[in-house]
Nanobody, 124 residues
């Protein structure tokens, strides 16, 4: 079972930036899909960004142009660069990879392995 550990969350003022990191316990194979999700209390978890082994990146409409997902293969780390943050971006952010059911399918990938989450809080 792959282990995912997020870091980099915190508190920032509106307009600021944060970079989330997710270290992965296994090396990337030839066929993978990794992503970031977020969730606020009382709401369903939503996909934010994802990247796959052929280099395709998908973003939620609400973050396009502000967030960037990337991978460092050597460091086995997934990143989410977040710019121009607004209070609406405040949430618990989760790193995810394709894994066993039950899966959360988004942008063509069935995510079944999850990190513990890192909190992002954006104030006015």
């Amino acid at each position: 079972q792959v282990q995912l550990v997020e870091s980099g969350g915190g508190s920032v003022q509106a307009g600021g930036s944060l970079r989330l990191s997710c270290t992965i316990s296994v090396s990337f194979g030839n066929d993978y899909c990794m992503g970031w999700f977020r969730q606020t209390p009382g709401k369903e978890r939503e996909g934010v960004a994802r990247i796959d082994s052929i280099g395709t990146k998908n973003y939620a409409d609400s973050v396009k142009g502000r967030f960037t997902i990337s991978l460092d293969y050597a460091k086995k780390t997934l990143y989410l660069e977040m710019n121009s943050l607004s209070p609406e971006d405040s949430a618990m952010y989760y790193c995810a990879s394709v894994g066993p059911p039950p899966r959360d399918t988004w942008a063509g990938c069935g995510f079944g392995s999850w990190g513990q989450g890192t909190q992002v809080t954006v104030s006015e």
